[in-house]
């Protein structure tokens, strides 16, 4: 496949409202040139893309073109015009990231990403298709157990083909499906996992290694790749080999790669962008600039200088990747330490634990002591006279009912569990004068990504 270039960037720029109004565009022959053109041009943000704004962006050629409204993780959800020549050389980027992991093709790839609308979902459903590979798609009332099954009978029938099987979805639709399993159809998943070479390609939200173990625990895999994938097509990874995943006292010294095939990265350092990064900058951070390369003749949405708002530090580059550590991340509302947390979760179980002990109304505040989240449930005792042990062995089944990761979380003691049984004045947060007080409440003052 032809590679893609800064070159062919620059020139399907002219062809855009928002570049030709706002660059001085000139035929760019000389790496040299187009470097420094790109550590001297403006800096895009979100910003840019607000409102009305996008229309600037979009090519004047608008065959094949898709506008991806974002979530707002990162601040207003904002959209961001792409191609499918875009999503076609985004997707086979993170073809070559699992292709070098495994060394080669899987012989069978589950896909069981978020669909379109996500970008993470179109993306690696894009790098499929240039995968020699056997692609199972799950079906209405099926899971992650058929799939497994379907895989092994074709392994088995068709000695010629690697044992290799590349999972690819979101930890939390994984969990979720594992967990609805009987305990015997999990055995014989781990069963059928074992005598083959899996790999997981996970991502789209976090998943740090205590995650990544948790998910080794119920599907044993050779390695788990953890993906950054971004609307601004950003494709990167780290790797957790199984020896990692096995061994509870290694800590997770791996660092994030991120794809030079279809992009280009820069560090904004004291208002200085450096795009020309060697090993002399080991050690810079600042904020990550990406600029997407581009086929040549094809229809493209190209980004120049887009800032990521990802506070990163630089620490080495090669012909295919740069080497970063993420700094200043933390994890949302949602997080629990490593499990997944949400309103809908907390109001589940606060309400299944007043029915069942005929308490008042139940809160929740998650607070943070010595770096370790501490989830606090607050309820009006009312009449309760029984046992509070009873009451929060209660709440932790009901928790790990709804989310398997919660009882890992608490025995690993990678977060903590309180309850409080008590007025309903002396709930902290708790406010009469106001119609209806929030039911969980963040108090670890950490920013969310």
Known sequence: ??????????????????????????????????????????????????????????????????????????????????????????????????????????????????????????VLSSSITHSNAIEIDQGPGQNIFDLFVYADKIL???????????????????????????????????????????????????????????????????????????????????????????????????????????????????????????????????????????FKNKIHMPLINYNTKENVKFLGIDKDYVYLEFLGRSNKLINFSVSKLNDIIADNVIASTARRFNLGEGYAELTRENGVDKLTFYFYKNAFEGSKDKVLEYLISKLSEQEMEIKYVLEKKLGLLRLELTEKDKIPFYDPKVLKSAKIVDKRGISAY
């Open 156 to 294: 088995g029938a068709n000695p010629n083909l690697n044992k290799k099987i590349l999972l690819i979805g979101f930890p939390s639709l994984l969990f979720r499906q594992i967990y609805g399993l009987d305990e015997e159809r999990r055995r014989k998943l781990r069963e059928i996992a074992s005598k083959n070479e899996v790999y997981a390609l996970i991502g789209g939200e976090p998943s740090d290694i205590e995650r990544s173990r948790l998910l080794h625990k119920f599907l044993p895999m050779k390695g788990l790749i953890n993906f950054l994938a971004s609307t601004e097509r950003l494709t990167g990874y780290k790797f957790y080999p199984e020896s990692l995943l096995n061994d509870d006292t290694l800590k997770d010294t791996y660092v994030f790669k991120l794809g030079r095939y279809g992009n280009e990265f820069g560090i904004l350092s004291d208002g200085k962008l450096i795009y020309s990064l060697d090993d002399e900058k080991k050690g810079l951070s600042g904020d990550l600039i990406v600029t997407n390369k581009c």
């Open 1 to 122: 496949m032809e590679k893609p270039s800064i070159e062919n960037t620059l020139k399907k720029a002219r062809e855009i409202a928002f570049y030709s109004e706002n660059y001085k565009l000139a035929d760019f022959k000389n790496k040299n040139v187009i470097i420094s053109f790109l550590e001297n041009s403006r800096i895009l943000t979100g910003e840019d893309f607000l409102d009305d704004n996008f229309y600037k962006f979009i090519p004047k050629d608008k065959a094949n073109l898709s506008l991806f409204l974002t979530s707002g993780s990162t601040g207003k959800p904002k959209i961001i015009p792409t191609t499918y020549d875009d999503l076609n050389l985004f997707g086979y980027g993170f073809h070559l990231i699992y292709q070098e992991v495994l060394g080669e093709d899987p012989s069978i790839i589950f896909n069981i990403a978020a669909p379109r609308p996500a970008i993470s979902g179109a």
